[in-house]
């Protein structure tokens, strides 16, 4: 399942998880959100795998992006699969 690094006080978060919703994409179903405010366990994992700090962030499989409008692209090409 697509995993979303989100910190929820982020405007470009927040544009991400508002395109998911208007194209039916459900939580839990499509998509599950990981919280990653600086310090949480979600951000670390950002920095791990992606090696920069910041937020929104996709995993899917092997594919990994930063880039709110890249990550919205995604989600329209493959947010159903
Ligand atoms: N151009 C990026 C901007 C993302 C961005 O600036 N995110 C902030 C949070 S609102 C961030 O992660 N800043 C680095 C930090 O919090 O350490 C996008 O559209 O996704």
Redesign the pocket.
């Given at each position: 399942m697509i995993q979303l690094y989100i910190?929820h006080s982020?405007?470009?978060?927040q544009k991400v998880l508002r395109a998911a919703r208007e194209m039916g994409l459900t939580e839990g179903k499509h998509y599950m959100v990981i919280d990653s405010a600086?310090g949480t366990p979600g951000r670390a994992a950002v920095l791990k795998i992606g090696g920069d700090?910041?937020?929104?962030f996709l995993v899917d499989g092997d594919t990994a992006m930063?880039?709110?409008?890249d990550i919205i692209s995604y989600l329209q090409e493959h947010g159903r699969t």
């Open positions: 910190q982020c405007p470009f978060c600086p700090s910041m937020v929104p930063y880039e709110s409008l």
